[in-house]
């Protein structure tokens, strides 16, 4: 079952500008992460962040957690063409090898 | 980190047929895991397979719909029995990139059409 909602479920920005997804789930987590998929293929992973990391950054991608609030959120800066795919955010309860369970993601076209 | 080969990357079935979707690992794995992605939706975990026991099958999924093999540590296949168009789907195998806090690496999906 899905952990919990993100929003926006689409978004559409020009290129250069940032994009800004949002994810909250419902239950304890080990870690939380962030992959992308273009066009119905297979995940890419993008960052993990742990539950007791409150930031963190990789390139262009800022993810922050709050626990407290069981939400996080994936900043893209100084977006690209290349970067429109859909955004999930996952979770697990436990540290390794453990399933994971996704948000609903969010849609993201980059306009040229 | 995990590199997984998943194929085939697409089919078009007849309903009433089966079809066997096959991750190979190049590395040996103790968990794989197995989604279910339906059109336009987020990803749904199917069952976790563990070398040398049964899978472990998620509520609203059955062996018999399901059936999943995993005869060593680097393989694993998916079959989806007795199709329905319900059944259209994306389908995706994962495991556990390294250890470490790495996340999971994904197959690069099967697109599956039920006609």
């Not at chain 2, 694993?76 to 259209?88: G, H």
């Not at chain 2, 470490?100 to 690496?105: D, E, I, K, L, N």
Request: charged content about 20%.
């Amino acid at each position: 079952s899905q952990q919990g909602e993100e929003d926006p479920q689409a978004l559409s920005i020009q290129e250069g500008e940032n994009a800004t997804m949002n994810c909250s789930y419902k239950t304890s987590i080990n870690n939380l992460q962030w992959y992308r998929q273009n066009s119905g293929r297979g995940l890419v992973h993008l960052i993990l962040i742990r539950s007791n990391e409150r930031e963190k950054h990789s390139g262009r991608l800022r993810v922050t957690l709050d626990t407290s609030k069981k939400s996080s959120s994936l900043l893209i800066t100084a977006s690209r063409a290349a970067d429109t795919a859909s955004y999930f955010c996952a979770t697990d309860e436990k540290s390794g090898n453990t399933p994971l369970v996704f948000g609903k993601g969010t849609r993201l076209s980059v306009i040229a | 980190s995990a590199v997984i080969s998943q194929k085939p990357s697409r089919d078009i079935c007849q309903r009433g047929t089966s079809l066997t979707i096959q991750c190979q690992v190049d590395s040996q794995v103790t968990m794989m895991f197995w989604y279910r992605q339906q059109p336009g939706q987020s990803l749904t975990l199917i069952a976790t397979a563990n070398q040398g026991s049964e899978a472990t099958y998620e509520s609203g999924f059955v062996i018999d719909k399901f059936p999943i093999s995993r005869p060593n540590l680097t393989f694993s296949t998916l079959t989806v029995s007795n199709m329905s168009p319900e059944d259209s789907s994306i389908y995706l195998c994962s495991v556990e990139a390294a250890r470490g806090g790495y996340g999971y690496t994904f197959g690069s999906g099967t697109r599956l059409t039920v006609v």
